[in-house]
């Protein structure tokens, strides 16, 4: 009884670990994983298994901004179990990042984008034992080329964080709740009048959309964008496009 007891605030109870084929991931790309878990000191019913992709938010609220974790997808694993004393079961998993998952692999002086997998166990009267898995998150082709091209046009990436919220534009919009800005300086004087401008990108499977920001010394903020098709991928003619844009 004492045991049981235990077991039922977390206490020897069952842990679960995921354990990822690899950290290293693109945001739309498939990943697998084994999910490993270890029975405690007594058996325990597992209800329910859940794997979460998270990120950190910015939150800009009535009494400033703060920081919040977000979740931008989440997977159901199997049903129920039993798990015995000491026992390990071991579960295959696939599945494929949102297509919307944030750059973390980024060359900012201030960066605060952070993505990770939490994997938790539903235990009856249980305190949920957890598991979080960081990801290195790369860009795809179309954001490496849009980063190459702001600096080839005198632009340098001072910082990078992930807001929550929705981008909407005429020909797209955002649906993971939450979006990334990259916010970029003229190396020197204002470039094109520009003091400041931030880019955010919502990928889809074969083209990726760019809002942009544009911050002017005596026009104000404004809005532009543009979509890099995945199969016409040109750096000299997206460095053409992002000139008459902010001209």
Same mark, same amino acid.
Request: glycine share 8%; aromatic share 8%.
């Given at each position: ?31 697998q994983a084994q999910i490993v878990i270890?029975?405690?000191?007594? *058996? ?7 794997? =979460?992709?998270?990120? #950190?938010?910015? @939150?800009?609220? $009535?009494? /400033? ?33 949102? *297509? ?7 060359? =900012?002086?201030?960066? #605060?984008?952070? @993505?990770?997998? $939490?994997? /938790? ?46 981008? #909407? ?38 083209r990726t959309h760019v809002l942009i ?35």
């Amino acid at each position: 009884m004492f045991k049981k007891i235990l077991a039922s605030v977390g206490i020897g109870a069952a842990k679960v670990d995921t354990v990822l084929e690899t950290e290293h991931l693109h945001p739309g790309q498939k990943f697998q994983a084994q999910i490993v878990i270890k029975g405690g000191d007594v *058996s325990q019913e597992v209800t329910g298994l859940e794997l =979460a992709l998270m990120t #950190r938010v910015k @939150v800009e609220g $009535e009494d /400033g901004e703060y920081f919040s974790n977000h979740v931008i997808d989440r997977w159901r694993v199997g049903n129920n179990f039993t798990i015995g004393p000491g026992e390990e079961k071991v579960i295959p998993f696939e599945a494929r990042l949102h *297509s919307e998952t944030p750059i973390t692999e980024i060359n =900012a002086g201030f960066n #605060r984008c952070h @993505v990770w997998i $939490e994997t /938790g166990l539903d235990i009856d009267l249980a305190i949920d034992p957890s598991d979080k898995d960081a990801l290195h998150i790369y860009p795809n082709e179309a954001v490496k080329a849009c980063m190459t091209a702001m600096e080839r046009l005198g632009f340098h990436l001072v910082k990078a964080d992930v807001e929550k919220g929705y981008l #909407r534009a005429s020909e797209f919009q955002s649906v993971s709740g939450c979006y990334q800005e990259l916010e970029y300086r003229p190396n020197s004087r204002a470039l094109f009048g520009l003091q400041e401008v931030e880019l955010s990108f919502v990928p889809e499977a074969h083209r990726t959309h760019v809002l942009i920001e544009l911050d002017r010394a005596f026009r104000g903020d404004g809005y532009v964008d543009l979509t890099i098709e995945h199969d016409h991928v040109n750096i000299s003619q997206l460095c053409d496009q992002l000139e008459r844009l902010f001209s």
